[in-house]
């Protein structure tokens, strides 16, 4: 996948201090990467398992 291309975003509500994560959807795929190291690495997921994710956070089963 050529990444240069991808349009990554970070939430509105991510502040300023620069503890965020940043979300590309490219078709088939969600990558995320951490908004400080925007060269590192970067996570990808299909879309069930981001989908899976997110329901996670949502109702709380992830929370420690």
């Known amino acids: 996948m050529d990444l240069p291309r991808v349009t990554w975003r970070k ?3 991510s ?3 620069g503890n965020c ?3 590309a959807t490219p ?3 969600v990558m995320v990467r951490d908004s400080k190291d925007r060269q590192g690495p970067v996570l990808s997921f299909t879309a069930d398992q981001w989908a899976g994710f ?3 956070i949502k109702t709380g089963s992830l929370d420690a």
């Open 27 to 29: 078709p088939q795929v």
């Open 54 to 56: 997110v329901q996670g």
């Open 21 to 23: 994560v940043e979300v």
């Open 15 to 17: 502040g300023s201090s």
């Open 11 to 13: 939430s509105t509500r």
